[in-house]
């Protein structure tokens, strides 16, 4: 299996298995760091776990091969193509997207509330009060708001995902998003690992913007968003 595939349940049994919930044959995280949870195989055990794991009423969101296929006791309340993208060119020139580099800030813990905020509004994914200690995050402000940011997200063995790529609305356009890309990707790089993303397939905007800077599709996962009826 290579590291990429099934990467939520690889990323909560090796790198990031501090911050699993465990039964059977499915993890998730918890809950203040993210909604993504993912199981051994996808399978009548699997689902069995996943159940177990979230119990009646509660939510996962997987990363599957294929679109969803209805299964007894669940219900889909989310679902979507997406396309998995690596960037494996670590030396590609991406110092065009760096033109706001002066204005880059770290985020952390004390800024968990605005990221939250800006997440809610634009929406990149699943993102909790506790998503920052995944990784390294950054952001841009204007007038001291935070309008944009990216971090880190999944993390497998030589591999670490690009995530919470988000820009406020009113800034838009501006090219904030290209440059705490490159930001993070250069952090990647510098620990010897290669980073890869997800994105909705029909997001062509950002998808252009991510060949820009060098990624390169590999797969077409499926997202879902379960609840346990």
Known sequence: MHALDNVIWQSLTTRHAQFAENFGQARRFLREVTSLSGFAEESAEGYAALAGLVGAGGTAAL???????????????????????VCEDGSRD????????????????????????????TKPGPFGIRTHELGSFVGIRC???????????????????????????EHIG????????????????????????????????????????????????????????
Request: aromatic share 8%.
């Open 94 to 121: 991406v110092s065009s997207q760096s033109g706001f580099a002066n204005k880059i800030t770290r985020l952390g813990a004390h800024n968990s509330p605005e990221m939250v905020e800006l997440a809610t509004l």
């Open 143 to 169: 007038e001291g708001k935070l309008v944009a940011m990216a971090g880190e997200r999944l993390k497998v063995p030589g591999y670490t995902e690009v995530s919470a790529v988000c820009t406020h609305p």
């Open 174 to 229: 501006k090219g904030y998003a290209g440059t705490l890309m490159t930001e993070i990707m250069r952090g990647i790089w510098d620990r010897g690992e290669i980073p890869f993303l997800h994105v909705r397939s029909d997001n062509t905007r950002a998808i252009a913007l991510y060949e820009r800077l060098g990624f390169r599709t590999r797969t077409r996962p499926h997202l879902a968003v379960l609840r346990k009826s």
């Open 63 to 85: 990363f599957l091969d294929a679109e969803y296929e209805p299964r007894s006791g669940w219900d889909l309340l989310a679902a979507a193509p997406l396309l998995q993208m």
